[in-house]
């Protein structure tokens, strides 16, 4: 089989260069494209792109050369978004009226109405909704939008699928979230060596409206909600990668921290067998002190969300890696159930 | 006026050095006698202890020799104890017994009936029940035991304070705790450098019931806890000090996000000028991102708690210095207390 | 006496801030002027500039208005330069042909022949320079510049004075930098967090000239440099404040240890009593760990260096504040000097 | 062909955990026998130890029951010793008189005389003295002890070796250590966070001796020292894995940067297709900030030293996994050169 030329779209940040990890030696996809600014367009990759990674940067892909954010540049069947958000707006629709399939990063599309905000354990049938947001935008080359969460988001809405048969009627997450989420120059050292920042702006707005939309239900035309309500305290904490968070459930069965152990335990997403789903979504660790964002955040190659210290409340802690689930490996992962599903 | 003998019952740990830092130049308090284990009995002090703070250790107290911890050995009329807990379960109503004040920051009779828990602003009229201590007892040598609360529990419970005219029902804390408050060797570098560590042995605990003695009230027998719920997440992040808390709070009277902080802004706990209460015992700060350990927990001399991001739910964001607030300074202040109300 | 009118030019970078926090409750200088960029000028400087320091930013500074980088906008007898390099360049020999005296915490003129570079405890006698450098430019109205050296320069090229005359004859110096030496926004938290940087640009050519030109003489005309050569690596690591640096030195005298530790002790720069003058340049530790960034920067109010650990080699271990004395204070010393010699 | 049987001494501590890791899936090598203190012996590995790494503990391993430090109750060809240095003197010899190959991490045998101290890729040739060593004190069942370097000096010697050929004459080393280097409880947070600590007990007397036998000539019946003085200024910082050396090197034919460069680059230690030796020992990184621990320290999977700004003086950075190749890993890179040479 032929594999899937695939694009990245602000390939030279934080993000793109995830995916660009992600993507070097995938079994279906082959990097053909990569995308950035103005500023790096016409440059080799190596020299538009500061590679900040711990894996070396492929050689093949340092002599590519940089495209415009522009569907007549960028040869692909699916682009993966790593845009701003602005630059998001107008880029991503005119990829999908160019027929390209969007798995975009960004925040701009993911709370409207057609378009599915993904956690493929979660709720992969909203992937239906595409052929309804194609006829009412008028695509008809085949393209559409996809969207994965926000990282502080997927943490906690991934263990929160498994409860919903408990009857989920408020959420409350505190998190502690790693520097790298905000980008290589997001954080300055001299604001967060030894310190917590208590605001990360726009995360908590995020975080309280994600959730209902991920796991809510597609009724054939629409989205509808989850019925219940989210409320987000989120700070900045000295950690390189991974997201903890304490979280706080609420729920109408009252289950025993048993119950809800073992939900989580026998939570089976059934994806089938994608390139980089992890053997287990969630993981339960039994420890007192985990999970830890340094020694959990890689089990699963980075996608596996790990939970600890379910206790009386429901109170649980979560933590997953935040550019890898809760960024770059969350459209991957959603292109690879594109791919199950036959819409690429 | 003479200056009233103090000494410091676990001089030689971390919170013990704190406890001479705030008392080697204290208008009221002369530092007279340092007890530590056998292991450092009979030696100089500077030989006892390696000096961990900032400060210089002054050089008189360097030469102090370090007697053992009994009232005997002890020439003091009021004892500082930073104890282990299961040492102070015997050592504190000794000293008591022996006719001294003791002022405690170990846990062990915090929650026992007839001890008064104190947070100088917030329930200094529980320091009746100490007449009550004492019959009860039998210390007919005007001795009695005075706590101050776990490090966590301050740093909330002196901002619900001037809350508890709405009708407090529920308070949910996430605690993101500095390494300091286990001590000197308490968390290995190994352990915390980069990461989170979502638990804390027993905090929790502490944290979900000390609130409710403090807020509660003296009935001139007995304190009646504050009726509400207290549940709780530790964590330890790596900051040198500062306790930084995410806090909900559910009241009765849902006043909104402005008539909290106009409560908090006007709080005057009317305790009139003791040497370490701070100008403000609460801080409210209206910038969008703080407090911050790093910038706010030096605010008032480390006694001051810092509170912000106050917003619907109701919600804000709490952060004290844990180590000053929440330790050694607290005991001092109490000392003060217990001076001005002519206890001692 | 009534004070001297004090601006500071850059007064919105993390230097300027230092500036402010030194010259604010100054027995001397009166802070008359803010001076900064175009996009600054004309603005409150609370409204200009996001305070980042622990201290409180003053009220009354808070309201000044920020000027132009202009000597005719800038109302001062004396300028604080903490300008970007090559605006230095051109603006300050404008403050002092105006009629200003200058001190330069910026790079651009310490080299210049006859532009003084001062360690006040080292070579204060190269002022007498400034009287050549003013008919040489042909400034008539008083103003002249004097600089100070690079943030590493400083803390080992004050513990070299005292070991002139043993003969030095090299030095070779490893340097472990704080981040704030590179400015709010000069090291992001992801590069550093957990890392060492083994590179800071243009840091080992200004620490390998500098010290020979301020531990050298003047001879009535010119500067001659001290004859030893110094061979740099410099390297950033995660502490917020503070440069540590091990420095091998090689004398022709060959002193022991034990001299060289008396020389140090022995340091008397017979500065006199100047406001900012730490009552010891150079602090002397024996503990076998010291000196540590977190424990010694402060000390004299972080105008001290600290050196420990001197053994045969020579090799000792210097410390002192990069931002205090390596920075703003240093630029203050200079002024109050200059004071003190009557050029003020 | 069948595994060799392999044991591990001090199996419960930080070094002990990494040679499990890395013999758990080794290809020449099983697992066959975890030894510790009294303490352990007698419980299952996964009581006895809290494990520590990244990685999962295997089932397998978790089940092993621990047995005590003596050569007859460990079942194995080679044990390699992770044990304390007091402890390591009497029992290592005892494990070779039994007929056991050693392959140490400890100390105590490095410095003497008749006992090799390898680098593979330096000094193989050494190890032709076991035959001595097994002569001379009477081990006669095949038993023998080899070591390897302390986690500083190798980083160092290593990229040394290709300079022998220009007559190294003298070496000026500053480190800046990982706080794995001291073992999981050995350096508390509130010792290094944000912090440097300018000093490590033994470690200076340990690399200022040690690169002289490691790349000294046996002449068939000893080892003859290098002739070059070291001379080393230890520091930790706050870093978890991978040690930082700023090297200077003086050499008779004082050869130009580019010609130490193409040194490094040529460097061809010959040691064949060793399962854990890296492709290249010694990798030379041309970027201007490189090598980082953070971004180096996995190069060969922690077995490639990275060298960088090479420039003159000689002067270097250079940086390794200092709990791979600089502890578990060279022990066992050590055994495999062992196997290769017929001795094991």
């Given at each position: ?284 660790k039994?420890e007192a002190d985990r999970p830890q964002?340094?020694l959990d ?9 790990s939970?600890g210290r ?35």
């Open positions: 089989m032929a594999k899937i030329k695939a694009g990245v779209l602000g390939a030279t940040g934080a993000v793109g260069q995830r995916f660009i990890e992600g993507l070097k030696e995938h079994p279906w996809f082959e990097l053909t494209s990569l995308a950035a600014s103005e500023r790096s367009a016409g440059k080799k990759y190596s020299e538009a792109a500061r590679w900040r990674l711990e894996s070396e940067l492929p050689a093949d892909i340092a002599e590519m050369t940089v495209v415009n954010v522009d569907p007549k540049e960028v040869d692909a069947d699916i682009v993966f978004s790593a845009l701003p958000s602005d630059e998001a707006k107008t880029a991503e629709p005119a990829f999908a009226a160019a027929g390209c399939a969007v798995a975009s990063n960004t925040s701009s599309y993911r709370m409207v109405a057609d378009v599915p905000l993904l956690i493929p354990e979660c709720n992969h049938e909203h992937l239906d909704i595409i052929k309804i947001q194609q006829e009412k935008r008028g695509w008809e080359n085949g393209g559409y939008l996809t969207t994965n969460p926000n990282c502080t988001t997927v943490m906690f809405t991934l263990p929160l699928k498994p409860l919903m048969k408990f009857g989920i009627q408020s959420v409350h997450v505190a998190s502690m979230q790693a520097v790298s989420g905000a980008g290589y120059e997001g954080v300055p050292s001299m604001a967060i060596l030894g310190n917590v920042i208590p605001y990360i702006g726009g995360e908590e707005e995020k975080v309280e409206t994600e959730p209902q939309k991920i796991l809510g239900t597609f009724d054939g035309e629409k989205i509808i909600n989850a019925d219940f309500a989210v409320t987000a305290s989120c700070h900045r904490v000295p950690v390189m990668d991974g997201h903890t968070e304490a979280v706080w459930v609420t729920m109408r069965d009252n289950p025993t921290p048993a119950e809800v152990r073992q939900a989580m335990l026998d939570f089976d997403p059934k994806l089938g067998d994608l390139p980089t789903s992890p053997k287990k979504a969630l993981i339960v039994d964002p340094r955040r890689n089990r699963g190659n980075g996608m596996s969300v939970v379910i206790r009386s409340g429901i109170r649980f802690v979560c933590m997953g890696h935040n550019t890898v689930r809760g960024a770059a490996g969350a459209s991957i992962l959603n292109a690879e159930l594109l791919v199950k599903k036959g819409l690429l």
